[in-house]
């Protein structure tokens, strides 16, 4: 379990190739290496795996904070090849878990940027956690810290996918069955091969089970909570030559959730028709649609290597109220129907002007189509509020808007001393949607290597972060002036993008052959801090700002290895808090707006403390995990004043693989999460932006079989 590795490292065979070449190369007499059973595809192999480290240094971490997790990583985690991409990040440093599958890295809201072999990703409505899946994974990184130039928009996090490899000449595939508690369902099917100068892959999944969205209750199971999830993922690749290839990557995904039941709750409406309403009967329902392509042609000619790529993406996510129940609870139903349509170009772009400077420079653009239409049922109210009838009225309302994306960059990388790299460089970025906002940032990053076990690196990073074209709503408030659905507030001011200045600095010590550590400490100062909350019982979520923000934090991280046993642990405290509110006011409470005007609150994803901790052992065709995980609490209570209480559940797992033929295996597999059963809550239903309860899974029990060929 890799989680520290700094550089991309090529594969064992070219590595396997390249010193048997030194060898014959110093010893003419010695007898040539044993012939291959394909020798013709060995060439293939050493091809892409030269050009996979071309587009690595295309777009390198330059001194940024960066953590590797390989598939022998996700195969000791819970369920392995099965868990849900966010499970996966979980598991790195500094992140905290979340409801509805959202992930907080470093006192972030979201603000993580996704890309697949160098390219971004473009933004959906839903997360991404639900969208990707990891059976495709070959390595991730989890990029943090003072970021180089060529990272723009979303900078909380970078994570960078790299995808499997197929074999030249082969023809793989493999089968797997999941089930267990909840009533979970799943079935991954893959394939893979490559012939020549062509490769690529296939994967389709499908899930199902009675906990898509977290139980609002501490039950051990929920009420009306049922999911099903389709996925494909495909990739194929050709090497035109030696220098070039052109890659094409197709995803889609179809996932329809029912929203969890609350029973007992008291009804605060009158609905004509309707004389009593149990909760525990409510049927709201959603259904989250995504679909992405990426076409990508790198090139390396002579000192200049540059990758190009083009993006489309198309997103919906559909909210399906329980008219009557959601009028009696709450006074409004709202039908919602979200989409967002994106296209986009980007290039990346190396030279080695000198043997000391290494100049990067590259260019994005993404157009965004979103849309939203809303049909409302409210009750009409007297001038103090009450409502003055039962029968409700109908209230539509739709906006669109197109919005553009603009950066460019250029940099530096510079080693004025063996030891020591300096990497400086400047980026402009441009968002015109709502409002036309730009800025330019400068980057500059500074790696020292102090011995060969000891690396110092510090950074400072200008930020610009647009607010999600999508999830930026602008309601019509008149029109819903005199019922049920009328805010207190009536202020509703734009949207800012958010501006911040970033420093890190860390160090990163082997502590002899086994065990290494590291240490990174950071401090974000913003205006118009951006947030986001659920103001609402649809599962969308609205952007907002504060005036002034302020995020700092310090991460440790250990990993220990030794023949099959494996340990790692990272511990990350941090602190995310914002003062006053500057857009979106109508969403907020009256009171609680007044108080965050004049007082600095924690922002409602800060949490004090988060650990995560596994140990692993393989031996012979067999392996056997566990890990941890604790967090102190994320915010709750009047302005976000208070916090849950902590959690800390214990997962356990264990594997053998049963040798058919050289070629053919079955795996087995047992998974059980949460081995104590313990009872904890993500959230309370308090806080800023929080609509309602969750509590994290109960124990799981989970058994898998695979065959793979």
Do not use: C
């Amino acid at each position: 379990m890799n989680f520290l590795a700094r550089l991309p490292i090529r594969s064992f065979s070219a590595l396997l190739l390249a010193a048997a070449s030194a060898a014959r190369a110093q010893d003419p007499s010695a007898p040539p290496a044993p012939p291959s059973d394909r020798p013709v595809l060995l060439a293939p192999v050493i091809v892409s795996d030269e050009l996979d480290n071309a587009r690595e240094d295309i777009v390198p971490a330059l001194g940024a904070t960066q953590y590797t997790i390989g598939h022998d990583q996700i195969a000791v985690e819970p369920l392995g090849d099965a868990a849900n991409f966010n499970e996966v990040l979980l598991r790195g440093p500094g992140m905290a878990e979340d409801s509805f599958g959202q992930l907080h890295i470093r006192g972030e809201h979201a603000n993580l940027q996704y890309r697949i072999n160098d390219v971004v990703i473009p933004e959906g409505i839903s997360g991404f956690g639900q969208e990707l899946d990891t059976p495709f994974v070959k390595t991730l990184s989890i990029e943090t810290g003072s970021l180089p130039a060529q990272f723009g928009f979303r900078t909380a996090g970078i994570v960078d996918i790299h995808t499997i490899t197929p074999a030249p000449g082969s023809s793989q595939g493999g089968l797997d069955i999941l089930g267990g508690s909840f009533n979970t369902q799943r079935i991954d099917a893959r394939a893979q091969g490559a012939e020549g100068a062509f490769s690529g892959f296939a994967i389709a999944t499908f899930d199902s089970n009675d906990l898509g969205i977290e139980n609002p209750t501490g039950s051990a199971s929920a009420l009306h909570d049922q999911t099903h999830q389709g996925k494909v993922f495909s990739e194929g690749s050709w090497v035109i030559d030696s220098t070039s290839r052109l890659s094409l990557l197709v995803s889609t995904s179809v996932s329809t959730f029912q929203i969890p039941d609350s029973p007992g709750q008291q009804p605060s409406y009158a609905l004509a028709g309707v004389p009593t309403f149990n909760s525990a009967e409510l049927n709201e329902n959603q259904r989250e649609d995504n679909a992405f392509a990426i076409v990508a042609y790198q090139k390396t000619a002579g000192d200049l290597s540059l990758q190009v790529s083009a993006f489309t993406r198309y997103s919906l996510v559909e909210f399906e109220p329980d008219v009557a129940g959601d009028l009696i609870f709450n006074g409004v139903s709202s039908r919602v129907y979200q989409d967002l349509s994106s296209d986009g170009l980007e290039m990346d772009a190396r030279w080695l002007a000198t043997a000391t400077h290494t100049l990067r420079f590259g260019i994005i653009l993404i157009g965004e189509n979103a849309g939203t239409s809303t049909t409302n049922e409210v009750f009409p109210t007297s001038a103090d509020g009450n409502q003055t009838s039962a029968s409700p009225i109908r209230i539509e309302d739709d906006s669109r808007k197109l919005g553009w994306l603009y950066g460019a960059y250029v940099q530096d990388e510079w080693k004025p001393l063996a030891n020591l790299t300096v990497n400086y460089g400047l980026r402009a970025d441009a968002s015109d949607a709502y409002l036309d906002e730009g800025q330019l940032s400068p980057r500059l990053n500074l790696v020292y290597q102090l011995g060969q076990k000891t690396t110092l690196h510090a950074g400072y990073a200008r930020y610009f972060t647009p607010p999600p074209l999508e999830l930026v709503q602008p309601a019509d408030l008149a029109k819903f002036s005199g019922t049920t659905n009328a805010p207190a507030i009536t202020a509703d001011s734009p949207v800012r993008s958010e501006r911040s200045h970033y420093f890190d600095a860390g160090i990163t010590q082997q502590l002899g052959d086994h065990l290494s550590v590291s240490l990174d400490g950071y401090d974000k100062k913003a205006v118009q801090q951006l947030d986001e909350g659920q103001f609402g019982a649809a599962l969308i979520f609205a952007p907002f700002n504060y005036l002034y923000g302020r995020v700092y934090g310090a991460e440790f991280s250990a990993n220990y290895t030794a023949g099959g046993f494996a340990a790692y642990a990272n511990i990350a405290s941090g602190r995310a808090r914002g003062e006053t509110v500057t857009s979106g006011q109508y969403q907020f409470d009256p009171v609680e707006l007044a108080y965050i005007q004049s007082h600095w609150v924690h922002l409602d994803h800060d949490q004090a403390l988060t650990t995560s901790s596994g140990v692993s052992y393989s031996f012979d065709d067999n392996l056997v995990y566990s890990d941890f995980l604790y967090g102190s609490g994320l915010r709750s209570g009047f302005a976000n004043t208070g916090h849950v209480a902590e959690h800390h559940p214990v997962n356990a797992g264990f594997e053998h693989d049963f040798h058919i033929t050289k070629h053919k295996a079955i795996k087995a597999r047992l998974d059980v999460s949460n081995i104590f059963d313990e009872v904890y809550e993500l959230r309370d239903g308090s806080g800023i932006g929080v609509f309602a309860p969750q509590y994290g899974q109960r124990r799981g029990i989970f058994a898998s079989i695979g065959y793979a060929y």
